[in-house]
């Protein structure tokens, strides 16, 4: 039997698998016929049964009883990772959730491949954290541990925008000196690459690749950027309290803004503090929504409001978003100039990290012969704008947003484990 190899695309916000099955690269179908799976799990109350991707995102949204976790990548080197969470009640660690989706994911491939899957390549952002080489190195090292528990024997990485280039690189014809843009939910990261459809199958491909950069900021934090602006204040941020006119807390907001920490808020605790500055707040109306959301575990809801809110404000100039689940007949009209504020600080930091890129590999903007866009934050209006700004002259390429990182670590499966599947 002929040994097939893949490559995983773990992403923060969508997560895909390819396999190479006789020098035949394909994305596995996931989900249905979709063959790419929001990075989702929930995990029903009654017996514990795990449901991942849309059927997570379905069922949570329907209000089912149970816990829903998603951006679970992030916690990767993290003290999370020890710490672990309550599910349903029960304590359970992030290793264990995360290993129960990746396998879920590798039971779709090993079906389609007729066989246990035993080599991969894992895809893997520049930084899993900012700044932190320990933690970084930690990150890699718990994904190994887990690629391992599910099944995989031979285990390589490949940072996420080095396997996009590899995705776009079949089409090519001549040689390009290409940037890549790769940027998720978690993480932005960029490779300057030389690419030519002659260098696909070279084994090492360290000369082509010029430089590496990455930094922690993504379509999350988009989202959370955007909530802070636009929507928390009308649930009570910034507002104040008490004969002192203090501001309220602001964790609470911050916590509410962000996905990977929505449900440490659920707690008896905080729910009670609530409720006691309530009796004080100086704008009773908005900070009861506050207390609304937290009663009724609607903050995933309630970001995934802000999320639906940036994905139409980077095609429309302003939006009506709709919270009725908070209070009847509750909107909040958004204007796309307001969310670009909110991220300003944000794609500077992006753009930084592209021209750190630049620096590194010893080039300039002009000798880019072409952009490679992946990564489901690039379809934001004021992040395209910046990358046309950065390099215009150079074709930009954003097609397979979703599943390029996915297909191009199956491409380099097939060169890392091609010779040394022939030899065994």
């Given at each position: 039997m002929?040994?097939?190899?893949?490559?995983?695309?773990?992403?923060?916000?969508?997560?895909?698998?390819?396999?190479?099955?006789?020098?035949?690269?394909?994305?596995?179908?996931?989900?249905?016929?979709?063959?790419t799976?929001?990075?989702?799990?929930?995990?029903?109350?009654?017996?514990?049964?795990?449901?991942?991707?849309?059927?997570?995102?379905?069922?949570?949204?329907?209000?089912?009883?149970?816990?829903?976790?998603?951006s679970?990548?992030?916690?990767?080197?993290t003290?999370?990772?020890?710490?672990?969470?309550?599910?349903?009640?029960?304590?359970?660690?992030?290793?264990?959730?995360?290993?129960?989706?990746?396998?879920?994911?590798?039971?779709?491939?090993d079906?389609?491949?007729?066989?246990?899957?035993?080599?991969?390549?894992?895809?893997?952002?520049?930084?899993?954290?900012?700044?932190?080489p320990?933690?970084?190195?930690?990150?890699q090292?718990?994904?190994?541990?887990?690629?391992?528990?599910?099944?995989?024997?031979?285990?390589?990485?490949?940072?996420?925008?080095?396997?996009?280039?590899?995705?776009?690189?079949?089409?090519?014809?001549?040689e390009?000196?290409?940037?890549?843009?790769?940027?998720?939910?978690?993480?932005?990261?960029?490779?300057?690459?030389?690419?030519?459809?002659?260098?696909?199958?070279?084994?090492?491909?360290?000369?082509?690749?010029?430089?590496?950069?990455?930094?922690?900021?993504g379509?999350?934090?988009f989202?959370?950027?955007?909530?802070?602006?636009?929507?928390?204040?009308?649930?009570?941020?910034?507002?104040?309290?008490?004969?002192?006119?203090?501001?309220?807390?602001?964790?609470?907001f911050?916590d509410?803004?962000?996905?990977s920490?929505?449900?440490?808020?659920y707690?008896?605790?905080?729910?009670?503090?609530?409720?006691?500055?309530?009796?004080?707040?100086?704008?009773?109306?908005?900070?009861?929504?506050?207390?609304?959301?937290?009663?009724?575990e609607?903050?995933?809801?309630?970001?995934?409001?802000?999320?639906?809110?940036?994905?139409?404000?980077?095609?429309?100039?302003?939006?009506?978003?709709?919270?009725?689940?908070?209070?009847?007949?509750?909107?909040?009209?958004?204007?796309?100039?307001?969310?670009?504020?909110?991220?300003?600080?944000?794609?500077?930091k992006?753009?930084?990290?592209?021209?750190?890129?630049?620096?590194e590999?010893?080039?300039?903007?002009?000798?880019?012969?072409?952009?490679?866009?992946t990564?489901g934050?690039?379809?934001?209006?004021?992040?395209?704008?910046?990358?046309?700004?950065?390099f215009p002259?150079?074709?930009?390429?954003d097609?397979n947003?979703?599943?390029?990182?996915?297909?191009?670590?199956?491409?380099?499966?097939?060169?890392?484990f091609?010779?040394?599947?022939?030899?065994?």
């Amino acid at each position: 039997m002929t040994t097939i190899s893949c490559g995983i695309d773990f992403g923060t916000s969508n997560s895909s698998i390819a396999i190479d099955k006789d020098g035949e690269i394909s994305l596995v179908p996931v989900e249905n016929a979709q063959v790419t799976i929001p990075s989702a799990i929930f995990f029903q109350r009654s017996d514990n049964k795990a449901f991942y991707g849309r059927m997570a995102v379905n069922l949570f949204f329907d209000r089912q009883d149970g816990r829903f976790m998603r951006s679970l990548k992030r916690v990767l080197g993290t003290p999370l990772m020890k710490q672990g969470t309550l599910v349903n009640g029960a304590s359970m660690n992030f290793s264990s959730i995360i290993t129960s989706f990746l396998k879920h994911i590798k039971n779709k491939a090993d079906a389609v491949a007729g066989q246990e899957l035993e080599h991969v390549v894992m895809g893997r952002p520049v930084h899993f954290v900012d700044n932190d080489p320990a933690a970084d190195a930690r990150a890699q090292d718990e994904l190994r541990a887990i690629a391992q528990r599910i099944g995989f024997k031979h285990i390589e990485f490949q940072f996420e925008p080095i396997a996009a280039a590899f995705a776009h690189e079949a089409r090519l014809s001549g040689e390009k000196l290409a940037i890549v843009a790769d940027l998720g939910g978690g993480t932005s990261d960029f490779t300057v690459i030389r690419l030519s459809n002659q260098y696909i199958h070279k084994a090492d491909r360290s000369s082509d690749i010029l430089a590496n950069t990455g930094i922690r900021v993504g379509g999350n934090d988009f989202d959370k950027e955007l909530s802070l602006a636009a929507i928390m204040p009308e649930l009570g941020y910034r507002s104040t309290y008490g004969e002192k006119y203090l501001e309220v807390p602001l964790k609470p907001f911050h916590d509410l803004a962000e996905w990977s920490k929505v449900n440490f808020l659920y707690t008896p605790k905080i729910i009670q503090q609530v409720r006691q500055l309530l009796h004080q707040s100086h704008d009773k109306k908005r900070y009861r929504r506050l207390l609304n959301v937290l009663e009724h575990e609607t903050g995933h809801t309630l970001l995934a409001a802000a999320e639906g809110a940036k994905i139409v404000l980077s095609d429309q100039y302003e939006y009506k978003a709709l919270f009725d689940f908070i209070e009847e007949d509750f909107s909040i009209g958004i204007q796309r100039s307001v969310f670009e504020e909110a991220i300003r600080e944000d794609v500077d930091k992006i753009a930084a990290s592209a021209r750190q890129c630049l620096m590194e590999a010893g080039v300039r903007n002009q000798d880019i012969d072409l952009v490679i866009l992946t990564g489901g934050t690039t379809e934001v209006y004021s992040v395209q704008a910046e990358f046309k700004r950065l390099f215009p002259n150079a074709a930009i390429a954003d097609e397979n947003k979703l599943s390029s990182v996915g297909l191009g670590l199956a491409y380099d499966s097939q060169n890392k484990f091609g010779e040394k599947r022939e030899r065994s």
